[in-house]
């Protein structure tokens, strides 16, 4: 799959900007399957170790991005102090089949980690991600 | 009253595969109880033994989340569209009740 720079960027940013907390957001693709946005939203338990995204933002992305013409395409999260892997939680907690699960890890803060998965029925599938620059992306907060 | 239900991927398998189904209810309950009894598997992904909406699942109706209205009991107008979202929560901490974790 290409990832958009932009929208590596803006989750990195936003992964940053949460510490010590985890960060969370949403990502939309075009009906190509194009990733074309990163919505950088609220953790509504916010904690170095847990995220849930805020309901009222997820819905408001959700329409945002279906006024574009687009799809909820994945979630983000990141993991302040540990690998861009998905935890125990996250696969436990993984309830959209068609989502790619991306992780930030800024074990090393640096070097920010950014991989992606599908979760399914609790298995982990790592998606290769190949960076492009790109016409997507804006982020959202 | 005559709804619109949109649901996520993860419950389109209890309503053959569909995004979205019309459903009849005067309240949001009443909505998904409807639902349930046309499709058999919908019942058991959105409800709890209790009858309590599944924890993961969020439902929005118009704009405003439900759980800040009635809930449940939340009275639906005609036309309207009620939105299931599911949940979207982790976290490197372990699970409940266990322990060790990412």
């Known amino acids: 799959m290409e990832f958009p720079a932009e929208i590596r960027r803006a989750m990195v940013a936003h992964a940053a900007f949460c510490l010590p907390d985890e960060a969370c957001g949403l990502l939309a ?26 309901p009222a933002e997820h819905f408001r992305a959700l329409r945002h991005a279906e006024a574009q013409g687009w799809y909820l395409a994945g979630v983000f999260h990141s993991h302040p102090g540990g690998p861009a892997f998905p935890s125990a939680t996250d696969v436990a907690q993984a309830y959209e089949p068609e989502w790619l699960y991306v992780v930030v890890g800024l074990q090393a803060p640096a070097a920010p980690e950014v991989r992606a998965f599908w979760i399914r029925d609790g298995v982990v599938a790592e998606e290769a991600v190949r960076e ?7 982020a959202l907060r | 009253m005559s709804v619109t239900l949109r649901v996520p991927s993860l419950l389109r398998p209890s309503l053959e595969g569909r995004i979205e189904i019309v459903a009849e209810g005067a309240t949001v309950g009443e909505v998904l109880r409807s639902a349930a009894a046309a499709h058999p598997g919908f019942g058991p992904a959105v409800f709890e033994a209790s009858g309590a909406l599944r924890r993961f699942l969020n439902l929005f109706l118009g704009d405003e989340d439900v759980r800040y209205l009635q809930g449940l009991d939340t009275p639906v107008p005609d036309g309207a569209v009620l939105v299931i979202l599911p949940a979207a929560a982790g976290g490197a901490a372990p699970p409940d009740g266990q322990n060790g974790g990412s």
Do not use: H, I, K
């Not at chain 1, 609220?42 to 849930?52: D, E, G, H, R, W």
């Not at chain 1, 492009?132 to 804006?138: F, I, L, P, R, S």
């Open chain 1, 29 to 54: 693709a075009d009906a190509a399957g194009r990733l074309r946005m990163a919505y950088c939203l609220s953790n509504s338990t916010p904690s170095p170790t847990a995220f849930t995204l805020d």
């Open chain 1, 132 to 138: 492009v620059a790109g016409e997507a992306a804006e």
